[in-house]
């Protein structure tokens, strides 16, 4: 994944800047990546980019939980705009929801180190009080707007009786279960597990 400099616009800065803020960002995310949420720090982030100085950081960032926003916030623009550009919007929400999942899948296999530093942020960023960092906004994009689609599709008679927010957990731990087995397993075959995992949760969405 390679954050584009554009993505800061609106924050008034010099394309420069700009370019080294995504620079940041994107050695972030290998950081977390590869060494966990925990054992993150503005030293690993240096090195991996191949800055100077922390004091780089700092410039750009006033401490690790401005960091962390912008990091989440670049993935989470990153993952929607990947989905969005695979999931037809035009289509019933049975046939949306089976290239959601493709989609999804299709995201694990060219950006999963970027999936594992959104798993790792979502899991482990905490305030200074312990509580979850970014609940509302992970939420959102684990369960909530899924769980909302599924729940219109029953309204409309595509999608059957069952807990859309339930169901919606259900799918989305089996996108993170395949994400797990892909980090040891690069050779799993995700266009057997695409397949399987679409047909399976169009059964058990349907309405009979």
Request: hydrophobic letters at 45%; aromatic letters at 6%; a negative charge.
């Amino acid at each position: 994944m390679q954050i584009k400099p554009e993505f800061a616009d609106g924050l008034g800065l010099t394309p420069t800047e700009a370019a080294r803020r995504a620079q940041i960002i994107d050695a972030t995310i290998e950081v977390i990546a590869e060494f966990g949420y925990a054992r993150t720090s503005f030293a690993r982030i240096i090195e991996r980019a191949g800055l100077s100085s922390t004091r780089m950081i700092s410039y750009h960032f006033t401490d690790k939980t401005e960091l962390i926003t912008a990091t989440l916030l670049a993935l989470i623009d990153d993952h929607d705009r990947f989905v969005t550009e695979r999931s037809p919007v035009d289509h019933d929400r049975a046939a949306m929801l089976r290239s959601v999942l493709a989609a999804e899948i299709d995201y694990l296999a060219s950006e999963l180190k970027a999936a594992r530093a959104l798993t790792e942020i979502a899991g482990n960023a905490r305030d200074s009080d312990g509580s979850p960092l970014f609940e509302i906004v992970v939420y959102d994009l684990r369960v909530g707007r899924l769980a909302r689609q599924l729940t219109q599709g029953q309204r409309e008679g595509v999608f059957g009786e069952f807990d859309a927010e339930i169901m919606a957990r259900t799918i989305r731990a089996t996108l993170e279960d395949i994400a797990q087995r892909l980090s040891g397993d690069p050779g799993l075959d995700l266009r057997h597990h695409a397949a399987e995992i679409t047909a399976l949760f169009a059964r058990a969405t349907s309405p009979g």
